[in-house]
Protein backbone atom coordinates (compact mmCIF):
# COMPACT_ATOMS: atom_id res chain seq x y z
CA UNK A 1 0.00 0.00 0.00
CA UNK A 2 1.33 3.31 -0.82
CA UNK A 3 1.67 5.80 1.73
CA UNK A 4 2.24 9.87 2.21
CA UNK A 5 3.87 11.36 5.17
CA UNK A 6 1.94 13.99 6.48
CA UNK A 7 3.79 16.31 9.54
CA UNK A 8 0.87 17.94 11.51
CA UNK A 9 -0.22 19.82 14.09
CA UNK A 10 -4.24 20.11 13.25
CA UNK A 11 -4.20 22.66 15.72
CA UNK A 12 -7.36 22.52 15.00
CA UNK A 13 -8.33 20.60 12.04
CA UNK A 14 -9.48 23.09 9.27
CA UNK A 15 -10.36 23.54 5.55
CA UNK A 16 -6.86 24.07 4.42
CA UNK A 17 -5.60 20.88 6.19
CA UNK A 18 -8.14 18.98 4.32
CA UNK A 19 -7.07 20.37 1.01
CA UNK A 20 -3.50 19.70 1.90
CA UNK A 21 -4.70 16.20 2.79
CA UNK A 22 -6.66 15.57 -0.28
CA UNK A 23 -4.08 16.90 -2.71
CA UNK A 24 -0.94 15.29 -0.98
CA UNK A 25 -3.00 11.65 -1.76
CA UNK A 26 -3.51 12.87 -5.21
CA UNK A 27 -0.23 13.83 -5.64
CA UNK A 28 1.73 10.72 -4.72
CA UNK A 29 -0.86 8.57 -5.78
CA UNK A 30 -1.20 7.16 -2.54
CA UNK A 31 -3.63 4.75 -0.74
CA UNK A 32 -2.83 5.91 2.76
CA UNK A 33 -2.21 9.17 4.74
CA UNK A 34 -0.14 9.04 7.63
CA UNK A 35 0.12 12.16 9.92
CA UNK A 36 3.14 12.57 12.29
CA UNK A 37 1.65 14.84 14.68
CA UNK A 38 2.69 16.96 17.53
CA UNK A 39 1.44 16.18 20.97
CA UNK A 40 0.36 18.54 23.81
CA UNK A 41 3.22 21.30 23.17
CA UNK A 42 3.65 22.54 19.77
CA UNK A 43 6.74 23.35 17.32
CA UNK A 44 6.12 27.09 18.44
CA UNK A 45 6.21 26.54 22.02
CA UNK A 46 2.29 26.83 22.78
CA UNK A 47 0.03 24.37 23.67
CA UNK A 48 -2.69 22.96 22.01
CA UNK A 49 -5.82 24.25 21.42
CA UNK A 50 -7.10 20.36 22.10
CA UNK A 51 -5.81 17.53 23.75
CA UNK A 52 -4.34 15.09 21.29
CA UNK A 53 -6.50 12.27 21.16
CA UNK A 54 -9.44 14.71 20.38
CA UNK A 55 -7.30 16.17 17.48
CA UNK A 56 -6.43 12.52 16.37
CA UNK A 57 -9.99 12.16 16.27
CA UNK A 58 -10.85 15.14 13.72
CA UNK A 59 -7.99 13.59 11.56
CA UNK A 60 -9.22 10.15 11.49
CA UNK A 61 -12.71 11.68 11.00
CA UNK A 62 -11.75 13.91 8.14
CA UNK A 63 -9.68 10.95 6.14
CA UNK A 64 -6.38 10.55 7.33
CA UNK A 65 -5.48 6.73 8.35
CA UNK A 66 -3.04 6.77 10.35
CA UNK A 67 -2.17 9.05 13.48
CA UNK A 68 1.44 8.83 15.23
CA UNK A 69 2.62 11.31 17.82
CA UNK A 70 5.88 13.03 17.35
CA UNK A 71 7.72 13.08 20.85
CA UNK A 72 7.50 16.06 23.14
CA UNK A 73 11.56 16.94 22.57
CA UNK A 74 11.13 16.87 18.55
CA UNK A 75 7.29 18.20 18.76
CA UNK A 76 8.18 21.21 20.60
CA UNK A 77 11.52 22.89 19.16
CA UNK A 78 13.48 24.05 16.72
CA UNK A 79 12.53 23.49 12.70
CA UNK A 80 15.82 21.51 12.42
CA UNK A 81 14.68 19.49 15.34
CA UNK A 82 11.31 19.15 14.92
CA UNK A 83 11.96 18.10 11.05
CA UNK A 84 14.38 16.19 11.90
CA UNK A 85 12.32 14.42 14.64
CA UNK A 86 9.39 13.60 11.91
CA UNK A 87 11.13 12.27 9.08
CA UNK A 88 12.73 10.12 11.43
CA UNK A 89 9.41 9.06 12.28
CA UNK A 90 7.49 8.77 8.90
CA UNK A 91 11.07 6.72 7.78
CA UNK A 92 10.50 4.24 10.40
CA UNK A 93 6.84 3.59 9.27
CA UNK A 94 7.97 2.73 6.00
CA UNK A 95 6.09 5.67 4.25
CA UNK A 96 6.86 6.42 0.65
CA UNK A 97 7.39 10.24 0.60
CA UNK A 98 6.27 13.33 2.25
CA UNK A 99 4.08 16.29 1.42
CA UNK A 100 4.21 19.75 2.44
CA UNK A 101 2.53 22.76 2.39
CA UNK A 102 4.41 25.79 1.00
CA UNK A 103 4.35 29.51 0.36
CA UNK A 104 6.50 28.55 -2.91
CA UNK A 105 4.86 25.48 -4.44
CA UNK A 106 8.01 25.05 -6.55
CA UNK A 107 9.97 22.22 -4.90
CA UNK A 108 12.75 22.85 -6.98
CA UNK A 109 13.23 26.62 -6.21
CA UNK A 110 13.04 25.27 -2.15
CA UNK A 111 15.55 22.29 -2.61
CA UNK A 112 17.82 24.94 -3.92
CA UNK A 113 18.03 27.20 -1.18
CA UNK A 114 18.10 24.32 0.62
CA UNK A 115 21.68 23.06 -0.60
CA UNK A 116 22.15 26.89 -0.35
CA UNK A 117 21.92 26.17 3.52
CA UNK A 118 23.28 22.98 3.77
CA UNK A 119 26.71 24.31 1.33
CA UNK A 120 27.20 26.95 3.22
CA UNK A 121 26.25 26.40 6.73
CA UNK A 122 29.49 27.29 8.85
CA UNK A 123 29.83 30.39 6.77
CA UNK A 124 26.39 31.07 7.65
CA UNK A 125 26.34 30.45 11.11
CA UNK A 126 29.66 32.51 11.93
CA UNK A 127 28.05 35.23 9.42
CA UNK A 128 24.90 35.59 11.12
CA UNK A 129 26.58 35.66 15.22
CA UNK A 130 28.40 38.48 13.72
CA UNK A 131 25.08 40.64 12.44
CA UNK A 132 23.52 39.31 16.05
CA UNK A 133 26.60 41.19 17.85
CA UNK A 134 25.74 44.43 15.72
CA UNK A 135 22.19 44.33 17.22
CA UNK A 136 20.21 42.48 14.45
CA UNK A 137 17.28 40.28 14.83
CA UNK A 138 17.89 36.87 14.22
CA UNK A 139 15.61 36.19 11.17
CA UNK A 140 16.80 39.80 9.87
CA UNK A 141 20.34 38.69 9.64
CA UNK A 142 20.07 35.55 8.78
CA UNK A 143 18.03 36.42 6.23
CA UNK A 144 20.50 39.53 4.49
CA UNK A 145 23.14 36.51 5.07
CA UNK A 146 21.49 34.21 2.36
CA UNK A 147 20.82 37.57 0.41
CA UNK A 148 24.44 38.00 -0.15
CA UNK A 149 25.06 34.30 -1.22
CA UNK A 150 22.06 33.44 -3.04
CA UNK A 151 20.34 36.66 -4.06
CA UNK A 152 16.99 38.05 -3.45
CA UNK A 153 15.09 35.14 -4.28
CA UNK A 154 16.79 32.73 -1.95
CA UNK A 155 16.20 35.85 0.84
CA UNK A 156 12.57 36.14 0.02
CA UNK A 157 12.15 32.20 0.64
CA UNK A 158 12.81 32.54 4.35
CA UNK A 159 10.73 35.16 4.71
CA UNK A 160 7.64 32.65 5.10
CA UNK A 161 6.86 30.61 8.08
CA UNK A 162 5.81 26.88 6.01
CA UNK A 163 8.52 27.43 3.51
CA UNK A 164 11.24 27.51 6.36
CA UNK A 165 9.89 24.37 7.58
CA UNK A 166 9.84 22.95 4.21
CA UNK A 167 13.38 23.77 3.52
CA UNK A 168 13.90 22.02 7.29
CA UNK A 169 12.07 19.05 5.46
CA UNK A 170 14.21 19.18 2.74
CA UNK A 171 17.85 19.31 5.12
CA UNK A 172 16.62 16.21 7.26
CA UNK A 173 15.69 14.05 4.70
CA UNK A 174 19.75 15.05 2.99
CA UNK A 175 21.37 14.60 6.27
CA UNK A 176 20.12 11.19 7.19
CA UNK A 177 19.54 9.96 3.44
CA UNK A 178 15.95 9.17 4.13
CA UNK A 179 14.71 7.51 1.09
CA UNK A 180 11.69 9.12 1.33
CA UNK A 181 10.85 11.50 -2.22
CA UNK A 182 9.71 15.37 -1.38
CA UNK A 183 6.31 16.71 -2.48
CA UNK A 184 5.08 19.73 -1.89
CA UNK A 185 1.58 22.15 -2.74
CA UNK A 186 1.39 25.89 -2.42
CA UNK A 187 -0.79 26.73 0.16
CA UNK A 188 -4.08 28.21 -0.08
CA UNK A 189 -6.03 31.35 1.83
CA UNK A 190 -4.90 32.69 4.95
CA UNK A 191 -1.08 32.22 6.12
CA UNK A 192 0.22 30.87 8.58
CA UNK A 193 0.24 34.05 11.09
CA UNK A 194 -2.94 35.70 9.06
CA UNK A 195 -5.93 35.95 11.27
CA UNK A 196 -8.38 37.29 8.64
CA UNK A 197 -9.94 34.52 6.94
CA UNK A 198 -10.10 34.01 2.87
CA UNK A 199 -13.63 32.65 1.60
CA UNK A 200 -13.60 29.26 3.23
CA UNK A 201 -9.68 28.94 4.29
CA UNK A 202 -8.74 30.74 7.69
CA UNK A 203 -5.67 29.72 9.42
CA UNK A 204 -5.46 27.54 12.85
CA UNK A 205 -4.36 31.00 14.29
CA UNK A 206 -7.01 32.93 13.21
CA UNK A 207 -9.74 30.19 14.06
CA UNK A 208 -8.37 30.54 17.26
CA UNK A 209 -8.41 34.15 17.97
CA UNK A 210 -12.12 33.73 16.84
CA UNK A 211 -13.04 31.00 18.86
CA UNK A 212 -11.48 33.18 21.62
CA UNK A 213 -13.51 36.09 20.83
CA UNK A 214 -16.90 34.34 20.73
CA UNK A 215 -17.15 34.56 16.50
CA UNK A 216 -18.63 31.55 15.15
CA UNK A 217 -15.39 29.48 13.10
CA UNK A 218 -17.83 26.41 11.95
CA UNK A 219 -17.29 27.52 8.23
CA UNK A 220 -13.93 27.35 7.98
CA UNK A 221 -14.07 23.27 9.76
CA UNK A 222 -14.42 20.61 7.29
CA UNK A 223 -18.46 19.18 8.36
CA UNK A 224 -16.99 16.35 9.50
CA UNK A 225 -15.00 17.51 12.32
CA UNK A 226 -17.06 20.13 13.65
CA UNK A 227 -19.29 17.73 15.78
CA UNK A 228 -16.11 17.01 18.04
CA UNK A 229 -15.11 20.46 18.03
CA UNK A 230 -18.63 22.07 19.23
CA UNK A 231 -18.79 19.18 21.99
CA UNK A 232 -15.27 20.43 23.33
CA UNK A 233 -15.73 23.98 23.13
CA UNK A 234 -18.73 23.22 24.75
CA UNK A 235 -17.60 21.08 27.85
CA UNK A 236 -14.62 23.44 27.79
CA UNK A 237 -11.73 21.17 27.35
CA UNK A 238 -9.53 23.60 25.96
CA UNK A 239 -6.26 25.16 26.97
CA UNK A 240 -6.92 28.31 29.23
CA UNK A 241 -3.69 30.92 28.94
CA UNK A 242 -4.63 32.18 31.62
CA UNK A 243 -4.13 28.90 33.68
CA UNK A 244 -0.64 28.52 31.59
CA UNK A 245 0.44 32.05 32.82
CA UNK A 246 -0.19 31.04 36.36
CA UNK A 247 1.40 27.59 36.52
CA UNK A 248 4.57 28.93 34.06
CA UNK A 249 4.64 31.48 37.29
CA UNK A 250 4.60 29.30 40.43
CA UNK A 251 7.14 27.30 38.27
CA UNK A 252 9.78 30.41 37.82
CA UNK A 253 9.25 31.68 41.32
CA UNK A 254 11.08 28.98 42.80
CA UNK A 255 13.49 30.67 42.33
CA UNK A 256 16.43 31.42 39.05
CA UNK A 257 18.45 28.89 40.46
CA UNK A 258 15.97 26.34 40.17
CA UNK A 259 15.88 27.32 36.39
CA UNK A 260 19.84 26.36 35.62
CA UNK A 261 20.30 23.32 33.72
CA UNK A 262 16.53 23.09 31.99
CA UNK A 263 16.76 23.17 28.08
CA UNK A 264 18.00 26.31 26.39
CA UNK A 265 18.04 28.47 29.91
CA UNK A 266 21.90 30.21 29.15
CA UNK A 267 23.32 32.19 31.29
CA UNK A 268 21.68 35.42 32.24
CA UNK A 269 18.42 33.76 31.09
CA UNK A 270 17.70 32.16 34.47
CA UNK A 271 17.43 36.12 36.06
CA UNK A 272 15.41 37.37 33.56
CA UNK A 273 12.58 35.10 33.37
CA UNK A 274 12.34 35.67 37.64
CA UNK A 275 12.18 38.81 36.82
CA UNK A 276 9.49 38.80 34.11
CA UNK A 277 7.64 36.38 36.45
CA UNK A 278 7.20 38.91 39.45
CA UNK A 279 5.72 41.60 37.07
CA UNK A 280 4.20 40.08 33.89
CA UNK A 281 -0.24 40.18 34.54
CA UNK A 282 -0.56 37.53 31.38
CA UNK A 283 1.21 35.09 29.29
CA UNK A 284 1.82 37.78 26.43
CA UNK A 285 3.32 39.92 28.86
CA UNK A 286 5.61 37.22 30.29
CA UNK A 287 6.67 36.31 26.93
CA UNK A 288 7.06 40.01 26.07
CA UNK A 289 9.26 40.72 28.70
CA UNK A 290 11.94 38.24 28.59
CA UNK A 291 12.27 38.43 24.36
CA UNK A 292 14.96 40.20 22.86
CA UNK A 293 16.99 40.56 19.61
CA UNK A 294 18.74 37.24 20.58
CA UNK A 295 15.56 35.54 22.17
CA UNK A 296 12.73 35.92 19.57
CA UNK A 297 9.27 35.45 20.50
CA UNK A 298 9.42 31.88 19.53
CA UNK A 299 12.10 30.61 20.73
CA UNK A 300 10.94 31.95 24.48
CA UNK A 301 7.93 30.21 24.18
CA UNK A 302 9.63 27.04 23.37
CA UNK A 303 11.41 27.69 26.44
CA UNK A 304 9.17 28.39 28.51
CA UNK A 305 7.16 24.83 27.76
CA UNK A 306 10.48 23.06 28.29
CA UNK A 307 10.81 25.00 31.67
CA UNK A 308 6.89 23.79 32.57
CA UNK A 309 7.60 20.42 32.00
CA UNK A 310 11.06 20.39 33.29
CA UNK A 311 13.03 19.42 30.37
CA UNK A 312 16.90 19.12 31.66
CA UNK A 313 19.71 20.33 29.11
CA UNK A 314 21.30 16.98 29.61
CA UNK A 315 18.41 15.01 28.62
CA UNK A 316 17.43 17.08 25.83
CA UNK A 317 20.90 16.72 24.12
CA UNK A 318 20.46 13.00 24.38
CA UNK A 319 17.29 12.72 22.80
CA UNK A 320 18.29 15.02 20.05
CA UNK A 321 21.06 13.57 19.18
CA UNK A 322 19.23 9.65 19.39
CA UNK A 323 15.98 11.04 17.28
CA UNK A 324 12.64 8.91 18.46
CA UNK A 325 12.82 5.78 20.44
CA UNK A 326 9.21 4.67 19.71
CA UNK A 327 6.38 5.39 17.67
CA UNK A 328 3.08 6.27 20.06
CA UNK A 329 0.03 5.41 17.76
CA UNK A 330 -2.65 7.84 18.43
CA UNK A 331 -5.31 6.26 15.62
CA UNK A 332 -6.18 4.75 13.09
CA UNK A 333 -8.73 4.33 9.94
CA UNK A 334 -9.18 0.39 8.76
CA UNK A 335 -7.05 1.32 5.75
CA UNK A 336 -4.52 2.55 8.25
CA UNK A 337 -4.90 -0.43 10.05
CA UNK A 338 -3.89 -2.20 7.38
CA UNK A 339 -1.03 -0.63 6.29
CA UNK A 340 0.50 -1.18 9.64
CA UNK A 341 -0.32 -4.90 9.36
CA UNK A 342 2.09 -4.89 5.95
CA UNK A 343 4.61 -2.84 7.56
CA UNK A 344 4.51 -4.65 11.23
CA UNK A 345 7.95 -6.68 10.47
CA UNK A 346 9.74 -4.00 9.04
CA UNK A 347 8.86 -1.11 11.71
CA UNK A 348 12.02 0.56 12.99
CA UNK A 349 11.22 1.99 15.95
CA UNK A 350 9.03 0.07 18.48
CA UNK A 351 5.19 0.82 17.61
CA UNK A 352 3.46 1.61 21.43
CA UNK A 353 -0.64 1.67 21.35
CA UNK A 354 -0.48 2.84 25.30
CA UNK A 355 2.08 2.83 27.58
CA UNK A 356 0.61 0.22 30.49
CA UNK A 357 2.26 -2.77 28.38
CA UNK A 358 5.37 -0.29 26.88
CA UNK A 359 8.59 -1.26 29.24
CA UNK A 360 8.61 -5.36 28.56
CA UNK A 361 8.39 -4.02 24.66
CA UNK A 362 11.46 -1.58 24.94
CA UNK A 363 13.23 -4.00 26.88
CA UNK A 364 13.05 -6.53 24.21
CA UNK A 365 13.85 -4.18 21.41
CA UNK A 366 16.55 -2.67 23.39
CA UNK A 367 17.88 -5.28 26.36
CA UNK A 368 17.12 -4.40 29.77
CA UNK A 369 19.25 -2.29 31.30
CA UNK A 370 20.42 -0.65 28.31
CA UNK A 371 21.67 2.86 27.74
CA UNK A 372 19.08 2.95 24.64
CA UNK A 373 16.47 1.03 26.74
CA UNK A 374 17.11 3.95 29.71
CA UNK A 375 16.67 6.86 27.13
CA UNK A 376 13.73 5.40 25.48
CA UNK A 377 11.90 5.65 29.06
CA UNK A 378 13.25 8.35 29.96
CA UNK A 379 11.39 9.84 26.60
CA UNK A 380 8.50 8.27 28.01
CA UNK A 381 8.86 10.00 31.26
CA UNK A 382 9.16 13.55 29.10
CA UNK A 383 5.78 12.88 27.22
CA UNK A 384 3.94 11.40 30.24
CA UNK A 385 4.69 14.68 32.19
CA UNK A 386 3.51 17.18 29.07
CA UNK A 387 0.10 15.06 29.46
CA UNK A 388 0.00 15.83 32.77
CA UNK A 389 0.45 19.37 33.04
CA UNK A 390 -1.34 19.64 30.23
CA UNK A 391 -4.46 18.47 31.71
CA UNK A 392 -3.85 21.47 34.13
CA UNK A 393 -4.35 24.23 31.63
CA UNK A 394 -7.70 22.80 30.43
CA UNK A 395 -10.65 25.87 30.99
CA UNK A 396 -12.92 22.94 32.79
CA UNK A 397 -11.19 20.34 33.93
CA UNK A 398 -12.75 17.25 36.81
CA UNK A 399 -9.45 15.46 37.48
CA UNK A 400 -8.81 13.04 34.83
CA UNK A 401 -7.08 12.04 32.12
CA UNK A 402 -3.15 12.91 34.30
CA UNK A 403 -2.54 8.58 33.30
CA UNK A 404 -4.40 8.72 29.77
CA UNK A 405 -1.20 7.91 28.09
CA UNK A 406 -1.12 5.05 30.42
CA UNK A 407 -4.71 3.57 29.27
CA UNK A 408 -6.55 5.06 26.23
CA UNK A 409 -5.92 2.60 23.22
CA UNK A 410 -5.63 4.12 19.89
CA UNK A 411 -8.45 5.34 18.49
CA UNK A 412 -10.33 2.62 15.56
CA UNK A 413 -12.32 3.84 12.69
CA UNK A 414 -14.15 2.08 10.31
Request: aromatic share 8%.
Given at each position: ???V?L?????????GHL??L?????????E????????????????A?F??W?R??????A????V?????????N?A???A??????????G???????????D?????KV?E???????????????L???????P????Q????L??????A??E????IL???Y????H?????????????I?????????S???????????L????E?V??FL?A?????????????L??D??LL?????A????????LR??Y?V???L?Q?L????L?S?S????V??????H??RT????????????????A??????A????LHLL?T?G??????AS?RK?????????????H?L???????????CRL????????????????????????????????A?P????
Open positions: MRAGITEYNPFHNHHQESRRLADAVAVAVMSGHFLQRGEPLDKLTEMALAGVDVVELPFPFACSPHFAGAVQALAALVESLCFGSESGLDALQALLVNNEERITVATASLRRGLAYEARAVVREGGEDAAVLTPNNGLALRALASGSPLRPLTIPRGAGYHDTEAGSIASATGIRRLAAGPLDPAVQLPFLRAVNRGHFEEHRLLVRILRGAKSGLQADGDRFSAATGYGELDAVKSRWTRVQRILAHLLNESSAEMADFLAGPRYGSRGRRFLRSLALPLIGNFSRVPLKRRYGSGSRAAETMLDCELRATRNYTLLLKSWDGENRNRDYFELFLP
